[in-house]
């Protein structure tokens, strides 16, 4: 290995390599003997010397680690003497270096890796040199898609070795992504200390700094030279970048200048809380794939459910409070907000839009509306994460829209159908693009004419039907929306709560377009079907005696509480009430013995999310559970019937497979009814949390797989979990 500059960055890959047991010499040139000198004295080379042709001949691999406006001249001499071998860099910058690499070649050679590692420092020289530099850091290639996929994977392994993630994405994305996440920012801190440094009062100013400013201007130390030629090699991306800046610069000042304090607090929101948001996402994905984090739970047999706990907020009224809170005249107080992954995504995605939100702070949102038509273009794309109820209400409400969006999610959601948005939203006279099979993203089309129509949904589905009707609200006319059988209908309720009103009549629901929402109170009751991981854990569990506070029962969501008493549960609804317009109660359970039982197809649609957990129960019942009319649950995050089947096969539990339902054969009584083994939840969170719950009558431990996702619908779960009585240990990889 030939490092070809040995200064910091060259030097402590040296020190990496030597600190990882690598196998072959490492070489360094470098027209400073005196750095070779210290090379070899702290042990980080082997040999080395100014002469580069000398030195080449020796090398295998060569690393350039030199200035990048340096590297044209380096080029010029590799053309002589490189030969076959692999050659990479690590400039920041790569669209000048591929260029100066092939002016010198002729062409990029194909066994050039360009390179950036994502890491440094303000010291500079060998002596700086540190083996943990690139640890746990980021690493980015830049291969020409005619590259040699043999000198990649050479220079993957390289960087892997050193303990960093490597990661691959074209030359332009390259400098763009870096012109604004790290060219800027030197940027900006070398003007803001020269320009402080200028003035009469810099002693004064610098004894008073505080840690943010030394925290910001910490990389205005950094090599002089270095991020000059970094400049002028990424001229062009840079001065978009700044640009960019500056125009949001002016209009926070404008803000400043007039006193508005709704802008001011919008841009900072927004940036505290996607600062927030991103690196939530970061933590748990890749660069570029958003592949989730490998999180595992293993659950010891037996145990029992006892105590009184409130679990999360419902995270379809939370997702709802956000949006007609944002499309509202005034502000809206929201209490008891869901802060999961999904609902943060959808705060995330109005702020992106314009709309000031303060919070969440324990539940607690205010959200300062822009009216149905204030709403500003995104910047980029809209993530949603795993949320489908966010995609297809987001479809609906940015269909009336004057600018086009795009709406994006994570691996699991753009595998979701569609089209059942899609395709009424068109007779609508929305202009929609879909990928394969009417699959995410979703690209929309704004500035179309809506009209309403007279729309029977083919599926019993509340994210299609609320969808239609937020669509409707821009729509002309009347939006009609007929179901097949009841489903969840917190829209209704709560357009009517915004003062804006949507009659049913039967099984249509119907609202007159062009009308206006006005900001109203929302207090967000605990969502029923998180709760129904533990209604079943105590149904199932002897010695179990739980109180669940403050749950949703609205009766389009009550599902599961019928099929859970019609199998024998010990189950009462205490302290009845409504608040803002739903009803909520407290759920009292405990232990009872179950048997099992055909499910009745009118209950299907009003616990379709919570089968997983029933599925459950019915492993723990006399006799068997039989549900037929869920084909619905096949287009989940998972398909949920085969993923349960799957799983509780593994357990041990007798079960079969129909295309729109299962049979789960239990065997009741108050022994183990199964035995434990390692399940993949497929991503999916109700299959997680509903194999944890399993664990509590198995007879040896249970393993699951793939549950990062559980954030998404039910954070702090684990703690919850163990706080009632069961023996969860959560790993991550």
Same mark, same amino acid.
């Given at each position: 290995?030939?490092?070809?500059?040995?200064?910091?960055?060259?030097?402590?890959?040296?020190?990496?390599?030597?600190?990882?047991?690598?196998?072959?010499?490492?070489?360094?040139?470098?027209?400073?003997?005196?750095?070779?000198?210290?090379?070899?004295?702290?042990?980080?080379?082997?040999?080395?010397?100014?002469?580069?042709?000398?030195?080449?001949?020796?090398?295998?691999?060569?690393?350039?680690?030199?200035?990048?406006?340096?590297?044209?001249?380096?080029?010029?001499?590799?053309?002589?003497?490189?030969?076959?071998?692999?050659?990479?860099?690590?400039?920041?910058?790569?669209?000048?270096?591929?260029?100066?690499?092939?002016?010198?070649?002729?062409?990029?050679?194909?066994?050039?890796?360009?390179?950036?590692?994502?890491?440094?420092?303000?010291?500079?020289?060998?002596?700086?040199?540190?083996?943990?530099?690139?640890?746990?850091?980021?690493?980015?290639?830049?291969?020409?898609?005619?590259?040699?996929?043999?000198?990649?994977?050479?220079?993957?392994?390289?960087?892997?070795?050193?303990?960093?993630?490597?990661?691959?994405?074209?030359?332009?994305?390259?400098?763009?992504?870096?012109?604004?996440?790290?060219?800027?920012?030197?940027?900006?801190?070398?003007?803001?200390?020269?320009?402080?440094?200028?003035?009469?009062?810099?002693?004064?100013?610098?004894?008073?700094?505080?840690?943010?400013?030394?925290?910001?201007?910490?990389?205005?130390?950094?090599?002089?030279?270095?991020?000059?030629?970094?400049?002028?090699?990424?001229?062009?991306?840079?001065?978009?970048?700044?640009?960019?800046?500056?125009?949001?610069?002016?209009?926070?000042?404008?803000?400043?200048?007039?006193?508005?304090?709704?802008?001011?607090?919008?841009?900072?929101?927004?940036?505290?809380?996607?600062?927030?948001?991103?690196?939530?996402?970061?933590?748990?994905?890749?660069?570029?794939?958003?592949?989730?984090?490998?999180?595992?739970?293993?659950?010891?047999?037996?145990?029992?459910?006892?105590?009184?706990?409130?679990?999360?907020?419902?995270?379809?009224?939370?997702?709802?409070?956000?949006?007609?809170?944002?499309?509202?005249?005034?502000?809206?107080?929201?209490?008891?907000?869901?802060?999961?992954?999904?609902?943060?995504?959808?705060?995330?995605?109005?702020?992106?839009?314009?709309?000031?939100?303060?919070?969440?702070?324990?539940?607690?949102?205010?959200?300062?509306?822009?009216?149905?038509?204030?709403?500003?273009?995104?910047?980029?794309?809209?993530?949603?994460?795993?949320?489908?109820?966010?995609?297809?209400?987001?479809?609906?409400?940015?269909?009336?829209?004057?600018?086009?969006?795009?709406?994006?999610?994570?691996?699991?959601?753009?595998?979701?159908?569609?089209?059942?948005?899609?395709?009424?939203?068109?007779?609508?006279?929305?202009?929609?693009?879909?990928?394969?099979?009417?699959?995410?993203?979703?690209?929309?089309?704004?500035?179309?004419?809506?009209?309403?129509?007279?729309?029977?949904?083919?599926?019993?589905?509340?994210?299609?039907?609320?969808? !239609?009707?937020? =669509?409707?609200?821009? $729509?002309? &006319?009347? @939006? +009609?929306? *007929?179901?097949?059988?009841?489903? #969840?209908?917190?829209?209704?309720?709560?357009?009517?709560?915004?003062?804006?009103?949507?009659?049913?009549?039967?099984?249509?629901?119907?609202?007159?377009?062009?009308?206006?929402?006005?900001?109203?109170?929302?207090?967000?009751?605990?969502?029923?079907?998180?709760?129904?991981?533990?209604?079943?854990?105590?149904?199932?569990?002897?010695?179990?005696?739980?109180?669940?506070?403050?749950?949703?029962?609205?009766?389009?969501?009550?599902?599961?509480?019928?099929?859970?008493?019609?199998?024998?549960?010990?189950?009462?609804?205490?302290?009845?009430?409504?608040?803002?317009?739903?009803?909520?109660?407290?759920?009292?359970?405990?232990?009872?013995?179950?048997?099992?039982?055909?499910?009745?197809?009118?209950?299907?649609?009003?616990?379709?999310?919570?089968?997983?957990? !029933?599925?459950? =129960?019915?492993?723990? $019942?006399? &006799?068997? @559970? +039989?549900? *037929?009319?869920?084909?619905?649950? #096949?287009?989940?995050?998972?398909?949920?019937?085969?993923?349960?089947?799957?799983?509780?096969?593994?357990?041990?539990?007798?079960?079969?497979?129909?295309?729109?339902?299962?049979?789960?054969?239990?065997?009741?009584?108050?022994?183990?009814?199964?035995?434990?083994?390692?399940?993949?939840?497929?991503?999916?969170?109700?299959?997680?949390?509903?194999?944890?719950?399993?664990?509590?009558?198995?007879?040896?431990?249970?393993?699951?797989?793939?549950?990062?996702?559980?954030?998404?619908?039910?954070?702090?779960?684990?703690?919850?979990?163990?706080?009632?009585?069961?023996?969860?240990?959560?790993?991550?990889?």
């Amino acid at each position: 290995m030939l490092i070809v500059g040995l200064g910091m960055i060259g030097g402590s890959l040296a020190a990496a390599l030597k600190a990882s047991a690598y196998q072959g010499r490492v070489l360094a040139c470098d027209r400073d003997p005196e750095e070779i000198a210290k090379g070899l004295e702290m042990g980080v080379i082997d040999a080395g010397g100014p002469e580069l042709e000398t030195w080449v001949a020796q090398s295998d691999i060569v690393v350039l680690a030199v200035p990048v406006l340096a590297m044209a001249s380096v080029f010029e001499r590799l053309a002589g003497c490189l030969g076959e071998r692999i050659l990479t860099d690590v400039g920041s910058t790569k669209g000048v270096v591929c260029e100066a690499a092939a002016q010198a070649f002729g062409a990029l050679p194909t066994r050039f890796v360009p390179g950036h590692p994502i890491a440094g420092s303000e010291k500079s020289g060998v002596a700086a040199a540190n083996p943990a530099l690139y640890r746990r850091h980021k690493v980015i290639l830049t291969p020409q898609p005619e590259a040699d996929r043999d000198a990649v994977d050479q220079v993957r392994a390289l960087w892997q070795g050193c303990g960093a993630e490597v990661l691959e994405m074209s030359v332009a994305r390259h400098d763009q992504v870096l012109a604004r996440t790290s060219h800027l920012p030197h940027m900006l801190a070398f003007s803001l200390v020269d320009t402080l440094a200028r003035q009469d009062e810099r002693l004064e100013i610098f004894r008073y700094a505080a840690g943010g400013f030394r925290d910001f201007t910490r990389i205005a130390g950094s090599d002089p030279v270095m991020w000059r030629d970094i400049f002028c090699a990424n001229r062009e991306a840079l001065l978009g970048a700044l640009d960019e800046f500056e125009a949001g610069l002016s209009r926070l000042r404008r803000a400043v200048e007039q006193g508005d304090s709704d802008a001011m607090l919008g841009t900072f929101d927004r940036a505290s809380h996607a600062r927030h948001h991103f690196e939530t996402l970061l933590n748990q994905t890749s660069y570029q794939t958003m592949e989730a984090r490998q999180v595992q739970y293993e659950v010891s047999p037996g145990g029992a459910v006892n105590g009184r706990i409130r679990v999360p907020g419902d995270k379809s009224i939370s997702h709802r409070s956000i949006m007609l809170g944002a499309l509202a005249n005034g502000v809206t107080e929201v209490k008891g907000f869901l802060e999961g992954e999904d609902s943060l995504a959808t705060l995330q995605a109005f702020r992106d839009m314009g709309v000031a939100i303060e919070g969440p702070y324990q539940g607690r949102v205010t959200i300062h509306g822009v009216g149905l038509h204030g709403l500003t273009k995104p910047a980029g794309p809209i993530y949603v994460g795993n949320s489908g109820t966010a995609m297809r209400l987001f479809a609906g409400l940015l269909a009336g829209q004057e600018f086009d969006t795009e709406l994006t999610g994570d691996a699991s959601l753009t595998k979701r159908p569609m089209a059942r948005v899609a395709d009424p939203l068109r007779l609508m006279g929305a202009r929609i693009d879909t990928a394969e099979g009417g699959r995410p993203p979703l690209k929309i089309h704004g500035g179309q004419p809506l009209k309403g129509i007279d729309y029977d949904m083919p599926m019993a589905s509340a994210q299609v039907k609320s969808c !239609l009707l937020l =669509a409707g609200l821009y $729509a002309k &006319g009347e @939006t +009609r929306v *007929r179901e097949p059988a009841p489903t #969840r209908d917190h829209t209704e309720r709560m357009l009517n709560g915004f003062g804006y009103p949507v009659a049913r009549e039967g099984d249509l629901a119907k609202l007159q377009g062009g009308g206006a929402l006005t900001s109203a109170p929302i207090d967000v009751p605990s969502d029923i079907s998180s709760a129904t991981f533990f209604l079943v854990a105590a149904a199932i569990t002897p010695g179990s005696d739980l109180v669940l506070e403050h749950v949703g029962v609205n009766p389009t969501r009550i599902g599961v509480i019928n099929i859970l008493k019609q199998m024998g549960a010990d189950l009462r609804l205490e302290n009845p009430r409504e608040v803002g317009g739903e009803p909520v109660a407290d759920l009292h359970i405990r232990h009872a013995p179950l048997k099992g039982i055909d499910i009745p197809v009118d209950q299907v649609p009003l616990a379709i999310d919570e089968f997983p957990a !029933l599925f459950v =129960a019915a492993a723990n $019942a006399e &006799g068997t @559970t +039989r549900l *037929r009319g869920a084909e619905e649950l #096949r287009v989940k995050e998972s398909d949920r019937i085969k993923a349960m089947a799957d799983g509780l096969e593994i357990l041990g539990v007798e079960t079969t497979v129909y295309p729109d339902g299962i049979d789960v054969v239990g065997k009741g009584g108050d022994q183990p009814n199964y035995g434990g083994g390692q399940v993949d939840s497929l991503g999916d969170h109700r299959i997680a949390m509903a194999f944890t719950v399993a664990a509590l009558r198995a007879s040896a431990p249970i393993v699951i797989d793939d549950c990062a996702n559980v954030a998404t619908s039910f954070p702090g779960f684990v703690d919850l979990a163990n706080r009632v009585g069961l023996t969860l240990v959560q790993t991550t990889r």
